[in-house]
């Protein structure tokens, strides 16, 4: 996969794909990341990206120009183009799974200022998505984000733990359940007995009735009345 970043802060995002996973993704040529900079598409001295809104108002508003010729610099006829926006479609572990199987190139447009053009969404943008009910100084935590969990997400990326990508949390349809390691006994908390007698039928029905408990308490709008009276009962 190809993922190309229109951000006019790539220095933010630099050393954010040289670690961990996502480095090693990238090392193994699973990945490659690409930053493209929308001042680099100006023809002005001061390599001016922003303009006055029209109709007045608070703020600066992204020229579509520039933004419209740094997309096009990369774009080919598969290329899928996102646009990070508080005004977007929610995004969740589906659309991060979608995005990893169905496309290989993804241009991501990072807004900033009080916005973009609106003929730039219009035109050239397939999809608007937010990470969230609240606003960000500008996109390019957002490409983060959004990069992170679609990249993990192809084959080879994780490795010996891409099983258990399966059950992770909102893939599984709840929030996952609660995990321990060594000690047994830390600060007087003990690690629950069942899951140190080695009967897996027991531990899976335990795993569950948590991570449903879990998902009522933390996130009910995940579940059904029914399922949660299906599964605590289990």
């Known amino acids: 996969m ?7 802060f790539p ?35 001061h390599h001016t990206t922003d303009d006055r ?5 608070p703020g600066m508003i992204m020229k579509p120009e520039p933004l419209f010729l740094a997309v096009e610099s990369v774009k080919i006829d598969k290329s899928f183009v996102i646009f990070l926006s508080p005004s977007g479609k929610p995004f969740k572990q ?20 009080e916005g973009i053009d609106e003929r730039v969404i219009q035109s050239i943008v397939d999809l608007e998505l937010s990470i969230g009910d609240y606003v960000l100084t500008n ?9 992170d969990a679609v990249i993990r997400l192809i084959p ?19 929030l996952d359940f609660p995990q321990y390691t060594k000690p047994v006994k830390f600060r007087d908390m003990e690690v ?26 933390n996130r009910p709008d995940l579940i059904s009345t029914n399922d949660k009276n299906d599964e605590i009962n289990t």
């Open 2 to 8: 190809k993922i190309d970043i229109i951000t006019l």
């Open 11 to 45: 220095q933010m995002l630099n050393s954010f794909f040289e670690s961990s996973i996502l480095k090693r993704a990238i090392n193994k040529n699973l990945v490659s990341i690409n930053f493209i900079n929308p001042r680099d598409f100006t023809d002005d001295k």
């Open 53 to 57: 809104p029209f109709g007045g108002g």
């Open 94 to 113: 589906e659309v991060a799974e979608s995005l990893s199987i169905s496309h290989q190139h993804l241009i991501m447009i990072c807004g900033h200022y």
């Open 139 to 147: 996109g390019a935590l957002a490409a983060a984000v959004v990069s």
């Open 156 to 174: 080879g990326v994780i490795g010996a733990g891409e099983e258990g990508i399966k059950n992770e949390s909102f893939t599984s349809g709840i």
């Open 192 to 217: 629950p007995e069942v899951l140190l007698g080695g009967n897996h039928e027991l531990i899976n029905k335990w795993r569950i009735k948590q991570a449903i408990e879990k998902t009522i308490e």
